[in-house]
């Protein structure tokens, strides 16, 4: 089966644009999480997303948004992007919100420039 | 929050040989325990977990302790095999999809 797909793999922004990233989950899954990668911070928690409301909120400032829609798939939104930005951007989703059966997508890389 | 310390950051070893990494939490109240696999331009993959119930699991080569009291667990990797380089993470969850992750272990198996 199909597994978690992010799109796009790749994006160029220039510094105060803003971007939207999207995720499909796994077929029957309805939990989405979204993690920020960098090399200096590592993975770390944005939000989470169960039945087109979000559950859980990292510490990220609100530039940072996303939702979720009625089939699952969820978006991220970063608006007035900074160079700081630039990092891989992971979803993962699993069947429910608490199930450990959570798979990974291989991410969006974005560089802010 | 929770904060998990990982070591090494790096980790070199010859085909054949053992792999361990380490991994401490703050957080007592932590219960689940993953370990993820993440190979270039690839997601982390979950290869193998623990829950705070039990104090080791094994899965073929891969094998996980968990010590509650001292609150650190650590991925023991058997026979490694160059198909084994990646950077390896581990987290701590408190029963949610907010997991957080350890810095991360590149490990690289010589042939």
């Not at chain 2, 109240?29 to 290869?47: C, D, M, R, T």
């Not at chain 2, 977990?49 to 650190?72: M, W």
């Amino acid at each position: 089966k199909a597994g978690v797909t992010q799109t796009p793999r790749y994006l160029i922004k220039t510094r105060g644009q803003q971007v939207t990233l999207s995720c499909s989950p796994i077929s029957g899954h309805r939990s989405v999480s979204w993690y920020q990668q960098t090399p200096g911070q590592g993975l770390q928690f944005l939000f989470e997303y169960f039945s087109e409301t979000q559950r859980n909120k990292g510490n990220f400032p609100g530039r940072f948004s996303g939702r979720q829609f009625s089939n699952s798939r969820s978006e991220m939104n970063v608006s007035t992007l900074e160079l700081g930005d630039s990092a891989l951007y992971l979803c993962a989703s699993s069947l429910v919100p608490n199930d450990y059966g959570y798979t990974f997508g291989s991410g969006t890389r974005l560089t802010v420039v | 929050g929770e904060n998990v310390e990982q070591h090494p950051s790096t980790l070199s070893v010859q085909e054949g040989d053992s792999a361990v990494i380490k991994c401490t939490y703050s957080d007592s109240a932590s219960n689940y325990f993953p370990w993820y696999k993440q190979e270039l331009g690839k997601g982390p993959q979950l290869i193998i977990d623990i829950r705070s119930n039990v104090g080791e699991k094994k899965d073929q080569r891969i094998a996980v302790t968990l010590n509650k009291t001292a609150k650190h667990f650590s991925l023991h990797i058997t026979e490694t095999q160059p198909e084994d380089s990646a950077v390896y993470f581990c987290a701590a969850s408190i029963g949610s999809n907010q997991f957080y992750f350890g810095t991360g272990t590149s490990l690289t198996v010589i042939p």
